[in-house]
């Protein structure tokens, strides 16, 4: 996964980085967790590793938006995941990820996705405009983020335990 993709370039040095020769250019080391310790012929595991590599753009600039043809037509790109709250920063607009602006270049990027044949994704932590985004063609749907969770748990314990304490306070 590769963030504030913007050009083919940008596209190709991730498939340099996380392909193995002859498609890319990264290191060779089968005994390693990333293997789950394989220790079989080498050549069968470059070719399932390359093979089986998920390669996800990040579109998180106005740029990427006016390229996205360009960019989602690179043969090879698996996903174009969108941070709508980078592109809302980069479009003028930060953190309003229901804009106009944003609500169009999203789809643009939907659009592009369906004619190169590439999973469109987005992440955010409201599941309202999640489902929604999911109803409009999004295929791989993140929610929230690790800090989120905790936050959110956090808060309902705590609220749990301010409404107890308030039933069994001593009166």
Known sequence: MLPRVETPHHVEA???????????HRGLSS????????????DEFVKVNNQDTMAIVQIE????IERIDELLSVPGVDVALIGPEDLSLSLGVPGQVDHPMVVEAIETVIASAQRNGVVPGIHMGSIELLLRWHQKGMRMIMYDSDLGFLMAASASGVSELRTGFERTAVR
């Not at 005994?31 to 080498?42: C, I, K, T, W």
């Not at 600039?61 to 990427?64: E, I, P, S, T, V």
């Open 14 to 24: 991730l498939f340099d980085c996380m392909k193995y020769p002859p498609v890319g």
């Open 31 to 42: 005994d390693a967790p990333h293997s789950e310790y394989d220790f079989g012929p080498l």
């Open 61 to 64: 600039r106005k740029a990427a």
